[in-house]
Each structure stands twice: as structure tokens, then as C-alpha cells.
């Protein structure tokens, strides 16, 4: 059996409209399950006005759908407290069964966000994959007594517990972060890096995971897809991500048009990815002209 190309949508910013929350998110949410799209994926953006919490979000999707799988994309996990977010994970999984796609992520994507998760200085590394540990045992295990350097749980439990165990997925593309996912995660959600750089990724997460005597599912690799269908706006974002990946033409980490969309989707499924998050660059004038053009021009490229 081949691998199975999936394409989830995080949130789509509408021009003009002040938030994704309430109404925004209701119609995002609606749209997805009519247009049969695989997924929705919250982000972690604690101090953006136009962003809901990710688990309160997808509990709210939750309530509105039966197919629409549930992702974080991705959660900020050190600076929470790992048995919270298992119960909340556990909780959703509950309303949700065979749904949620936890995705982990070690730091904020906001900077004004830096300083809500704290970790003792220079420990955040450290602290992510204690976190992780924990989680995991958690949310597959009916009792967990941990004693490590951050957490302490003596016959800790959550309830009800997933009938399956939930696959953690993590961000990032350095290589710290690869061999990372493939000691202790289940799959890989990347950003901002191009078909090579994806495949390069990937091998570093397969060779960490035979190092560990573990493996990672082959189709559990994906990344984020970023999607300009105007050039309102694009000029700024452009820059922005020239800033966070120097070095890298920032045009080759973002699909002008929907073609372009394709094309980049034909390369990270040739580089071993299947899973994928399509984010708009900029506020689109309408969601559901967008998801109709999505629909029309990538969801056939499923499998």
C-alpha cells in the first residue's frame, strides 16, 4: 500500500477581519468539513489578537464536525505543564476519537510570547523532551510514576485514557531538532524549508531512529506549505522570512499561485513528505474562494 498524501489548512486570515476567533473560526471550521479538507492546525500565538488557544480551538471543532482530523501547529510544550496538556490532549481525543495530531514545538513563534513559557536558562532543550517523556507516558499508561530533573508524578493518571496511543509529532529543521524526533517523537511537521532541505531532514530523523532502535512510520514525515494567491502584503512577508531563514532566497520558501503550489507539493511528496499544512502568505478576500481553489487544485494530488 502506498503512502497517504494528506493536505490539512491551518487558519485563513480574511482581509479586514480583525480575529480568527468566533464567527472567523466558526466559518473556517464549517468550510473545512464542507470541502472535505483532512485537517485543521491551530498555532500556539498566545498575544496575537487573532488567535484562539490551539486545544480550545480544535475542542471547538471538535463539536462542529465528525471527519475534520484536529493538529497543533504546533503547541509550545516546556513551560506547560506535560500532565495538563496529556489530560487536555486526553479530553480531546475523548470528543474526538482518531483525530487529534498533537504537534510539539520547543519555543514561541511570537516574541512577545517568549517569556509566558518559562524554563530555567539555557534548559528549554531539556525541559522540552523531559515534557515529552512525561506526555507520552501519560497518555498511554494508566498509572506514571516520573522522577526526573523538571517534572515529579507519583501514580499520575488521565482519564479516559485514548484507545490508541496518540503519534507526537515536533517542529523544526536543525539537525538537533532531527535527531530529536527520531529518539523520542513520531513524526515530523517542518516550516519554512525547501524539498532538498526536506529530505535531508528527513534522513537525519531516519538515521536517528535506527541509531535508537526505534522507527518513524514513512508516511508520518510533512511540512508546512505557504501559499500567496495576491501580492497584497507579500513584499513584507517576503522579508520577514528572509530575517528568520538568511542565507535561503525566501521565493523558494513560498508558492506564488496555486501552480507553484503544485509543483512544491510534487517535490516534498519526491522528498519522502505526504503530510501537509497549507497556510495562505497573506489575508485572502474570502475563505471559501480560497478552499474552493484549494480543493480544485490539491486535494485531487491526495491518495
Not at 222 to 240: I, K, M, Y
Not at 265 to 279: E, H
Request: aromatic share 4%; glycine share 8%.
Amino acid at each position: 500500500m502506498g503512502m497517504k498524501v494528506r493536505i490539512g489548512v491551518s487558519a485563513i486570515p480574511v482581509e479586514g477581519e480583525s480575529a480568527q476567533v468566533g464567527a472567523g473560526l466558526a466559518e473556517l471550521i464549517d468550510e473545512l468539513e464542507a470541502h472535505s479538507v483532512d485537517s485543521i492546525w491551530l498555532s500556539d500565538l498566545v498575544s496575537s489578537p487573532a488567535s484562539a488557544d490551539p486545544l480550545i480551538g480544535l475542542a471547538y471543532a471538535a463539536g462542529r464536525t465528525d471527519k475534520l482530523k484536529l493538529g497543533t501547529g504546533v503547541l509550545v510544550l516546556p513551560g506547560r505543564n506535560p500532565a495538563l496538556v496529556a489530560a487536555q490532549l486526553a479530553g480531546l481525543a475523548a470528543l474526538a476519537p482518531g483525530r487529534v495530531l498533537p504537534a510539539f514545538g520547543v519555543r514561541p513563534a511570537l516574541r512577545a510570547d517568549r517569556t509566558l513559557f518559562p524554563v530555567p536558562d539555557g534548559r528549554r532543550a531539556e525541559a522540552f523532551e523531559e515534557a515529552l517523556v512525561v506526555v507520552r507516558a501519560l497518555l498511554s499508561q494508566p498509572s506514571v510514576t516520573h522522577h526526573g530533573e523538571f517534572y515529579h508524578l507519583d501514580d499520575a493518571t488521565v482519564s479516559p485514557l485514548p484507545a490508541k496511543p496518540l503519534d507526537l509529532w515536533l517542529g523544526g529543521r536543525l539537525p538537533v531538532g532531527m535527531r530529536r524526533i527520531g529518539r523520542l517523537a513520531d513524526g515530523w511537521l517542518g516550516s519554512f524549508v525547501t524539498p532538498a532541505e526536506a529530505e535531508v531532514c528527513r534522513a537525519q530523523i531516519v538515521d536517528a531512529a535506527t541509531e535508537a532502535g526505534r522507527e518513524v512510520e514513512e508516511d508520518h514525515y510533512g511540512t508546512n506549505l505557504l501559499v500567496a494567491v495576491n501580492d497584497s502584503d507579500l513584499d513584507a512577508v517576503l522579508a520577514r522570512i528572509a530575517k528568520q531563514r538568511p542565507g535561503v532566497d525566501p521565493d523558494r520558501l513560498v508558492c506564488k499561485g496555486w501552480q507553484a503550489a503544485r509543483t512544491q507539493l510534487t517535490q516534498f511528496v519526491d522528498a519522502g513528505l505526504t503530510k501537509f499544512v497549507v497556510r495562505p502568505a497573506t489575508p485572502v478576500t474570502s475563505r471559501r474562494d480560497f478552499l474552493d481553489q484549494l480543493a480544485t487544485e490539491l486535494l485531487p494530488l491526495q491518495t
